[in-house]
């Protein structure tokens, strides 16, 4: 079986995430950045299917340089090769820009079968781009999985939403987006971060990938952030002083606040 999985790098959750003053994109160079952790669990189900059946794995990723550090990750965790589209002009695609260029990059993978996302990227938290993926690429997409398998050519999924459980099936190819509880990544070997950095990774440009610079950046976004302003600081709290009376001052503040 030959899987895709889509990787994105994103800014550490527990680090400060700022925009940029010129065109108020994020600015991904002031923060600390990791592989987007729905993706180590996308890995994780692509590695279980590999395991079972055979076939390989390969990452695609489209990012920065940088980005090359998620690459890794999910090469030592145990994908086999990646394909890294690395153009300046990607700089502040929107959603549908980025899910057509996804679509063109796994177009250059020869006779893919599945294609593993996560549901949602921690960054942008759209939850949009793995759909429009399967809609550019022509396959089904099977989204929210938390459960997943592959019987010869038919690909099983549970769906796990807020409104219940539903069970899917599709003929391959086809595309799923897999949930937190699909599975618990793996923590990579030292033998796996050391097979890591020997495995091929293609870079590739917007030429490479037959992308016409005007389908994507910024200046083509079909949406984009016109001004932008910090949260303003917490201010600080009331404190109540008990003679007797806090009852009642925490209740008279509640209601001002309309709370009660």
Do not use: W
């Amino acid at each position: 079986m030959n899987i895709v999985v889509l990787v994105k790098q994103v800014p550490d959750y527990n680090s400060e995430r700022t925009l940029a003053d010129s065109d108020h994109t994020l600015d991904r160079e002031s923060t600390d950045a990791v592989i987007d952790e729905i993706n180590e669990r996308s890995v994780e189900a692509a590695l279980q299917l590999k395991e079972a059946q055979g076939g390989e794995v390969t990452v695609v990723c489209v990012g920065p340089d940088r980005a090359t550090e998620a690459i890794r990750k999910a090469l030592s965790m145990g994908a086999d090769k990646a394909i890294h589209l690395s153009d300046e002009g990607m700089h502040g695609s929107d959603a549908v820009q980025t899910a057509k260029a996804l679509a063109k990059v796994i177009g250059t993978v020869d006779g893919y079968d599945l294609v593993l996302a996560g549901n949602v990227a921690s960054d942008g938290s759209i939850g949009a781009v793995p759909a429009m993926v399967a809609d550019v690429l022509g396959v089904p997409a099977l989204t929210h999985a938390q459960e997943l398998t592959v019987e010869g050519t038919t690909v099983n999924v549970t769906r796990g939403t807020d409104e219940g459980i539903t069970k899917l099936t599709a003929e391959l190819p086809a595309l799923v987006s897999v949930g937190e509880k699909i599975n618990e990544p793996r923590y990579p070997s030292f033998k796996g971060i050391m097979a890591a950095k020997k495995k091929p990774v293609q870079t590739i440009t917007l030429a490479d990938a037959g992308i016409d610079a005007s389908e994507v950046g910024l200046a083509n976004a079909l949406s984009s952030v016109a001004e932008a302003s910090p949260k303003p600081p917490k201010a600080a709290g009331e404190k109540v002083e008990d003679e007797g009376d806090g009852g009642d001052k925490i209740a008279a503040y509640l209601v001002a606040q309309k709370i009660i």
